[in-house]
């Protein structure tokens, strides 16, 4: 059982950027699709972003221009999401998980407050 860990969370100005990253026990990226899904409050679970084996990127039309996925290539255990241009309605706890089928288990998450 694969176990990802989130991390890179916290509380950002509007207009901020924080860099979240997500460490995977082993190697997987080059077999499955993964994504960043985050939940703010009050609401149903969403993918903002997800990256393909082959590298390609998709990005939900809310965070699109201004939220960059990328993966570590050489070891291919690392995930990576850059915010830029944060907004408040960008606050939630984000999560990494696969794509389109999430593994069972999910990590922690890293919060995610766009606040001033």
């Known amino acids: 059982q694969v176990q990802l860990v989130e991390s890179g969370g916290g509380l950002v100005q509007p207009g901020g950027s924080l860099r979240l990253s997500c460490a995977a026990s082993r190697s997987i990226f080059s077999i499955y699709t993964m994504g960043w899904y985050r939940r703010a409050p009050g609401k149903e679970r969403e993918l903002v972003a997800k990256i393909g084996t082959g590298g390609s990127t998709n990005y939900a039309d809310s965070v699109k221009g201004r939220f960059t996925i990328s993966r570590d290539n050489a070891k291919n255990t690392t995930v990576y999401l850059q915010m830029n241009s944060l907004k408040p309605e960008d606050t939630a706890v984000y999560y990494c998980?696969?794509?389109?089928?999430?593994?069972?288990?999910w990590g922690q998450g890293t919060q995610v407050t766009v606040s001033s």
């Open positions: 998980n696969a794509v389109p089928v999430p593994f069972t288990f």
